[in-house]
């Protein structure tokens, strides 16, 4: 069965996450990307742990092609490309492409089907536009720093995956898909844009809502929500065990895991909302309970009354569980595994058909299949404009 993007194809002129984390969700889902590295390679094919390349992670089921932007010659090839191209993908600072020839502008001239999607630290407006942005600076100027970490904390705390990066990506896929749909009815393709910094603000919904609602300024909770007690990691015997209690009914059955009969019943727990504001001798009361017994038997126990609970598993702990592993999340390819996108499909599936690519190893391949001749494509070989590398089959 075909994927569900099969017979699209992508120009990826990325680097790093952002934006190789959109093409990636476009490869997952059947899409022929084609990701455009400088010659040397793309910056995170190295990495100070050997055995570890950031790159292979955000970058399999794609196609390399190394070529040197530049030079007018390197251009020339993305502009040929980008003629055919359904989707143009990129992620360099506002303006930088455009001086190459190869913005939205320029590009859509000669392709007017063409999606052009721009991730970026700030967007393509406004006063910060030309500021470099990375992850970090757009947790801390979301607010996001400034609420993850412990009760009290005074501590500036990013949360521990790159957020923003990882949220513009899926953003800019989104977009895509949309203006896929917007292209199937009216044959035009279009700009889609987002940032780093609005895609981490928009993952803020609870903090941003409270505030727009009452003025509250969200400070560190840990792991509480800040609209339902119980709802966070609680000590047991041996470790700890997160649990959702955020009604009335789930309370009852928490309590009766718990075998307190006195516990439901005490006024200063009666509700949702007291529970919220005595959250701290809620949980004391709690922890001296679950120090009978082990983060497996609670979780048991809790399991069999219908109340949301787990451990807080580690890396290792979470990749080998059985139910991850009965979903199939992990994927085998060349040896090698990789987490798939978490999608499925009941006609057409998500795929990992490919690892991540040496670098240049398609540039032939990608050429001739663009309508350049064997002496073209040697002759951009010979000037250094195209790089192969352990090259493919056509």
Same mark, same amino acid.
């Given at each position: 069965?075909?994927?569900?993007?099969?017979?699209?194809?992508?120009?990826?002129?990325?680097?790093?996450?952002?934006?190789?984390?959109?093409?990636?969700?476009?490869?997952?889902?059947?899409?022929?990307?084609?990701?455009?590295?400088?010659?040397?390679?793309?910056?995170t094919r190295g990495h100070p742990k050997a055995r570890f390349k950031a790159f292979d992670y955000v970058n399999? %089921?794609?196609?390399?092609?190394?070529?040197?932007?530049?030079?007018?010659?390197?251009?020339?090839?993305?502009?040929?490309?980008?003629?055919?191209?359904?989707? &143009?993908?990129?992620?360099?600072?506002?303006?930088?492409?455009?001086?190459?020839?190869?913005?939205?502008?320029?590009?859509?001239?000669? %392709?007017?089907?063409?999606?052009?999607?721009?991730?970026?630290? &700030?967007?393509?407006? !406004?006063?910060?536009?030309?500021?470099?942005? &990375?992850?970090?600076?757009?947790?801390?100027?979301?607010?996001?720093?400034?609420?993850?970490?412990?009760?009290?904390?005074?501590?500036?705390?990013?949360?521990?995956?790159?957020?923003?990066?990882? %949220?513009?990506?899926?953003?800019?896929?989104? !977009?895509?898909?949309?203006?896929?749909?917007?292209?199937?009815?009216?044959?035009?393709?279009?700009?889609?844009?987002?940032?780093?910094?609005?895609?981490?603000?928009?993952?803020?919904?609870?903090?941003?809502?409270?505030?727009?609602?009452?003025?509250?300024?969200?400070?560190?909770?840990?792991?509480?929500?800040?609209?339902?007690?119980?709802?966070?990691?609680?000590?047991?015997?041996?470790?700890?065990?997160?649990?959702?209690?955020? %009604?009335?009914?789930?309370?009852?059955?928490?309590?009766?895991?718990?075998?307190?009969?006195?516990?439901?019943?005490?006024?200063?727990?009666?509700?949702?909302?007291?529970?919220?504001?005595?959250?701290?001798?809620?949980?004391?009361?709690?922890?001296?309970?679950?120090?009978?017994?082990?983060?497996?038997?609670?979780?048991?126990? &809790?399991?069999?009354?219908?109340?949301?609970? !787990?451990?807080?598993?580690?890396?290792?702990?979470?990749?080998?569980?059985?139910?991850?592993?009965?979903?199939?999340?992990?994927?085998?390819?060349?040896?090698?595994?990789?987490?798939?996108?978490?999608?499925?499909?009941?006609?057409?599936?998500?795929?990992?058909?490919?690892?991540?690519?040496?670098?240049?190893?398609?540039?032939?391949?990608?050429?001739?299949?663009?309508?350049? !001749?064997?002496?073209?494509?040697?002759?951009?070989?010979?000037?250094?404009?195209?790089?192969?590398?352990?090259?493919?089959?056509?």
């Amino acid at each position: 069965m075909a994927s569900p993007l099969a017979g699209l194809t992508v120009l990826d002129c990325t680097h790093v996450i952002a934006g190789a984390w959109c093409s990636l969700l476009l490869a997952d889902l059947g899409a022929d990307v084609i990701k455009i590295e400088p010659l040397e390679g793309e910056t995170t094919r190295g990495h100070p742990k050997a055995r570890f390349k950031a790159f292979d992670y955000v970058n399999r %089921n794609k196609r390399s092609l190394a070529v040197d932007l530049s030079k007018p010659e390197g251009q020339a090839v993305i502009k040929r490309l980008a003629k055919s191209a359904d989707i &143009f993908v990129e992620n360099y600072r506002p303006g930088a492409l455009d001086r190459m020839g190869l913005g939205y502008a320029q590009l859509s001239a000669e %392709n007017p089907a063409l999606i052009y999607a721009s991730v970026s630290g &700030f967007g393509l407006t !406004g006063p910060y536009r030309d500021r470099g942005g &990375f992850d970090l600076i757009a947790q801390a100027m979301s607010g996001i720093m400034s609420f993850t970490g412990e009760v009290g904390s005074t501590k500036p705390t990013a949360a521990g995956v790159p957020l923003s990066d990882l %949220n513009a990506g899926v953003f800019a896929a989104l !977009g895509v898909l949309a203006a896929l749909h917007h292209r199937e009815k009216t044959g035009e393709g279009q700009h889609v844009e987002t940032s780093l910094l609005e895609s981490a603000i928009a993952y803020t919904v609870w903090e941003t809502g409270l505030h727009l609602s009452t003025g509250e300024v969200a400070k560190p909770n840990g792991s509480r929500h800040r609209l339902a007690a119980p709802y966070e990691a609680l000590k047991t015997a041996d470790g700890h065990v997160v649990v959702g209690v955020n %009604n009335d009914r789930l309370w009852a059955r928490f309590c009766q895991a718990l075998g307190d009969p006195t516990l439901k019943d005490d006024p200063q727990f009666a509700d949702g909302r007291s529970r919220v504001l005595n959250r701290d001798a809620l949980a004391e009361r709690i922890e001296k309970v679950l120090a009978a017994a082990t983060t497996e038997e609670w979780v048991a126990r &809790f399991e069999a009354v219908g109340v949301p609970s !787990g451990p807080i598993n580690t890396i290792d702990k979470a990749l080998t569980d059985p139910h991850v592993e009965a979903r199939g999340l992990l994927a085998e390819v060349e040896g090698r595994k990789f987490t798939r996108t978490p999608l499925q499909f009941s006609k057409t599936p998500v795929e990992v058909k490919r690892g991540p690519p040496p670098l240049g190893s398609s540039s032939r391949q990608v050429l001739a299949q663009a309508g350049l !001749g064997d002496d073209e494509i040697e002759k951009l070989v010979a000037s250094g404009v195209i790089g192969v590398g352990e090259e493919v089959k056509a």
